[in-house]
């Protein structure tokens, strides 16, 4: 069996990507990484409050504070699309289309600078979110391939071939 897939690797597909590697092969990291801003936020908070309950006069360290937990907040809500646009500056010229082969022994994927061949073997997590299909290689490499363009059977057989091949489950992911 043989399937076909073309992707745009836009930032909508990065954002993809990056919400797949995070949710797999990243997840303890990713803890860690929220615990860790809930307690700067919760230091942050404790600050603020002591400052305006000892009614301080206004500094600008009352002001960073404040700052820097919404920038903590902002980033850890968007984490995604902001490694997305990091993906997105890294991204070499000519392979923001690709165009994958699925076969029995591995994978091909192709765009207009590179052909490149991949074994199953090197897949360490599979993620299914509602557009896109992530293969996560690594902590820090993935490949999205987009489910609207697969051709060669349906979602549900490439899941399974997926799953057989890889000898991983496909994570579904919201």
Known sequence: MEFQCETDYNLETLTAMAKGLRQTVRKKRSRRTRIFAG???????????????????????????????L??????????????????????????????VFG???????????ESRFSYAQIRAVAELPRYLVLALSN??????????LSGGTIE??????????????QQIK
């Open 140 to 149: 820090n490499q993935a490949q999205a391939f987009d489910k609207e363009s």
């Open 157 to 170: 057989e490439f899941r399974a071939f997926l799953a057989d091949k890889t000898g991983k489950p496909v």
């Open 71 to 100: 920038n903590v907040i902002y980033a850890s809500l968007q984490e995604d699309r902001l490694n997305g646009r990091v993906a997105k500056r890294n991204v070499l010229p000519g392979t923001e289309h690709a165009s994958c």
């Open 39 to 69: 307690i700067v936020l919760v230091i942050g908070l404790v600050s603020t409050a002591l400052s305006i309950a000892s009614k301080e006069p206004l500094r600008a360290r009352n002001l960073l504070v404040p700052l820097a937990m």
């Open 104 to 114: 029995e022994d591995g994978y091909t994927i192709k765009t207009s600078v590179t």
